[in-house]
């Protein structure tokens, strides 16, 4: 069965280093997007992206995030200078099409330590 | 603003015995509602969903899910626990007009021998 793979699977930054998360969405579809997971708290959405453009973001997305695809296969998540607090879990997801309810497909994720 | 509430943090069931956890949505129309499952190491899998017809769903590893709009509920189920069923659950809403899924802070399951 097709899934999403991110890399890498962890990862250890010292705050104010950029950080570029990578995720391979499944292949035949066409929205993708990055969520976060701070420890103990809710599984939240950052951004969704499709046709090459962010269609929706939330408030914690940012300058200091962005997202590409930069070619037919990888989507990458950048944080430029990172915080402490952005130490999170990053899941990648991605689905068929955008309508309601269609499944997102989620990766195992990228566990962030900003030091 | 839409939100979805697990009051469960925790539920420890023995094995062989029934489960129910617990999901409670605000949102104004019928959502989209996800039941989702993380095993330790493993990204979020989707058990089941719904967004309209039979209130009933049935879901993948004999889970079941109840749609109530009176109780803006949506329970999820299943009559029989299997050890491998210890994992954390997440259920999750999404409005149409929206492409961002809304999580509960999630359920951790244990199961006891």
């Known amino acids: 069965e097709p899934e999403v793979t991110q890399t890498p699977s962890h990862q250890v930054t010292q705050m104010g280093q950029e950080v570029i998360l990578r995720c391979v969405p499944i292949s035949n579809h066409l929205y993708f997007y990055w969520y976060r997971q701070i420890l103990g708290q809710k599984v939240e959405f950052l951004v969704s992206?499709?046709?090459?453009?962010?269609?929706?973001k939330s408030e914690i997305f940012d300058d200091q995030f962005s997202v590409e695809r930069p070619d037919g296969s990888n989507f990458t998540l950048k944080i430029r200078s990172t915080k402490l607090e952005d130490s999170a879990m990053y899941f990648c997801?991605?689905?068929?099409?955008?309508?309601?309810?269609?499944?997102?497909?989620f990766g195992p994720g990228t566990r962030l330590l900003v030091l | 603003a839409q939100s979805v509430t697990q009051p469960d943090i925790h539920i420890t069931v023995s094995e062989g015995a029934s489960l129910e956890l617990r999901c409670n949505y605000s949102?104004?129309?019928?959502?989209?509602l996800f039941w989702y499952v993380q095993s330790p190491g493993q990204g979020l899998q989707l058990l089941l969903k719904y967004f309209s017809g039979d209130t009933l769903v049935q879901g993948i590893k004999g889970f079941e899910a109840e749609f109530k709009r009176s109780q803006s509920s949506f329970n999820l189920r299943k009559p029989s626990v299997h050890w491998s069923d210890a994992a954390e659950y997440f259920c999750?809403?999404?409005?149409?007009?929206?492409?961002?899924?809304?999580f509960g802070s999630g359920t951790r399951l244990l199961v006891r021998p």
């Open positions: 992206f499709y046709n090459n453009e962010i269609s929706e």
């Open positions: 999750a809403s999404r409005e149409d007009s929206s492409y961002k899924l809304i």
């Open positions: 949102y104004g129309a019928t959502p989209y």
């Open positions: 997801a991605s689905s068929e099409s955008g309508t309601g309810e269609e499944t997102q497909y």
